[in-house]
Nanobody, 121 residues
Framework: QVQLVESGGGLVQAGGSLRLSCAAS??????VGWFRQAPGKEREFLAA????????YYADSVKDRFTISRDNAKNTVLLHMDSLKPEDTAAYYC????????????????WGQGTLVTVSS
């Protein structure tokens, strides 16, 4: 059973950067994605990485500011976020699925508990 734990959230000023981490047990053969959900809004897909790390996909809203990467030796997927804006404030979640297509279509299998990111203006 894959388990995911996010960390790295916190308070940052607009224009700043944060790096979120998704630590997992046994997901080296799974694709992993990052999502966020702001209060009163629907969950939003942000980025996905294939199990090998060779393929990455981004939502248009973050593709020039966020970078997803993974280190299978450490069972970790990172989301590096630059040029943060107040509208990036949300709970951020990682999730896994067999393929990136499954990630992007919402057919995820396992979710972490989330980490909160707050961007002040």
């Amino acid at each position: 059973q894959v388990q995911l734990v996010e960390s790295g959230g916190g308070l940052v000023q607009a224009g700043g950067s944060l790096r979120l981490s998704c630590a997992a047990s046994g997901f080296s053969m799974y694709a992993v994605g990052w999502f966020r959900q702001a209060p009163g809004k629907e969950r939003e897909f942000l980025a996905a990485v294939s199990w090998s790390g060779a393929n990455t996909y981004y939502a248009d809203s973050v593709k020039d500011r966020f970078t997803i990467s993974r280190d299978n030796a450490k069972n970790t997927v990172l989301l590096h976020m630059d040029s943060l804006k107040p509208e990036d404030t949300a709970a951020y979640y990682c999730a896994s699925a067999p393929t990136t297509e499954a990630i992007m279509t919402g057919a995820t299998e396992v979710w972490g508990q989330g980490t909160l990111v707050t961007v002040s203006s």
